[in-house]
Every structure is written in C-alpha cells, then in structure tokens.
C-alpha cells in the first residue's frame, strides 16, 4: 500500500497522466479525493486541508480522463456525509468539555462569521459558509450545538453539497479547455497539482504556530 501511496505521489509530481490514468492509480485518486472531503468538512482538526483547490484539481482530472466524470457524485456524498458528521458532533457534544476544545482550535474571527451568517440569514447560510474555508467546518458544528432540527438541515446540507462540489469542479473541467491551458499546458497542470499540496504545507504550518502560541505561557503564568 505504501509502495503504491509513493508511486501516486512521484506521478503527480511529475505530471505523469499514464500513471494516474492506470485504474488503480485513478481508483487510489478517487480514494483520497473523497477521504480529504469528508475530513475536511467534517472535523475541526483537519480543517485545514484544502477542499476548493482539490475540487478544481478534480475537474481538470477529468478533462485529462484521469478519472471518470462519475466521481462528481460521490464527491458530493463525501461532502454531505462530512458535514453531517460535523453536525452529529455539535449535536452530541454541544454542552461538553469535549465540543469547547474542539472549538478552540478554530479562530475567533472564523466562529464569529458563524454566528452573524446564521443569525442574519439562518441555516440556509450554510450555502454560502462552503465557499469560506474553516467556516465551512465550523458551521455544521455549531448548527449542531444550537440544535436546529435535522431533517431541515440535512436537506439544505444536500444542497449546498451539490452547490459547492458542482460549481468548482466545473469550473477546473472550463479552465482546461482554455487556449491559455493547452498553450502553457505544464505550466498549467504544475499549478493545479502543486497548489493543493501548497495550500496543504501552509495549513499544517499554521496549525503547528497557533499550537505552539497557545503553549507558550503568559505573562500571568509566569508571575510567582
């Protein structure tokens, strides 16, 4: 399995779209496409890996016929399924200890968005909260929390799902067909590959900071 994971990540890194193209390479593709998804979506502590560039990453897949346009569905699952899963946790965890550490790994300015999108607008916020990362996380979370019903939310979160996943595969599906894409052709396919794992290192790098931010004591710690 490993050996297969390396063989992934040396075809992306150097564009090889033979190997990608193999259907257990694709099959693999299809794999962490999916799992990044519903992690992404769904748990706080991986809010941090990259959902909308993926997306695009996907189309452009696609185009290349890496994989089959049939994953668009599935993506839309992972999504659902991801928030749902988010949900459940605010939900279940709302008045715990549990669901405040939790909490305190996102920003205050990310959960403040949280909290004027829904009071101003309701759930029907959690359309747009997709297109804001980290919100997206946060936002089925406290949903969750304030116990707004399940049926409604679980059919605005197919919704938004269909609206978030559509749109940008969509759009990475466009951009291939651009004379500017088959101009700079490796250019193009560089940037899309790499921006994820950009995006990614950048996530982790923030995640370490503010980790080690809140360890470093303060000024009231440090008095006798």
């Known amino acids: 399995m490993m050996e297969q994971f390396s063989q992934l990540a040396h075809a992306f890194m150097t564009q090889d779209l033979a190997t990608l193209s193999d259907p257990r390479m694709a099959f693999m593709v299809c794999c962490v496409l999916l799992t990044f998804l519903v992690l992404e979506n769904g748990f706080i502590p991986t809010a941090f890996l990259p959902g909308d560039s993926l997306l695009i990453l996907t189309g452009v897949l696609i185009y ?22 988010g949900y459940m946790q605010g939900r279940f965890l709302g008045h715990t200890q549990t669901y405040h550490r939790l909490m305190s790994h996102m920003e205050e300015k990310h959960k403040q968005k949280v909290f004027y999108l829904l ?21 089925p979370y406290i949903v969750g929390a304030t116990e707004i019903p399940q049926g409604r939310f679980l059919i605005v979160n197919l919704i938004s799902s269909i609206l978030w996943v559509s749109p940008l595969v969509s759009l990475g599906y466009y951009l291939s067909h651009t004379k500017l894409a088959a101009q700079y052709e490796t250019q193009f396919l560089s940037i899309i590959l790499y921006l994820p794992l950009v995006l990614l290192a950048a996530g982790l790098v923030a995640l370490i900071w503010r980790w080690l931010v809140r360890r470093k004591p303060t000024p009231e710690q440090n008095k006798p």
């Open 64 to 85: 290349q016929e890496v994989i089959s346009p049939w994953v668009v569905p599935l993506l839309v699952v992972a999504t659902f399924v991801g928030t749902w899963l």
């Open 119 to 139: 009071n101003k607008y309701g759930i029907l916020t959690l359309i747009t909260a997709r297109y804001i990362a980290f919100v997206r996380t946060v936002y």
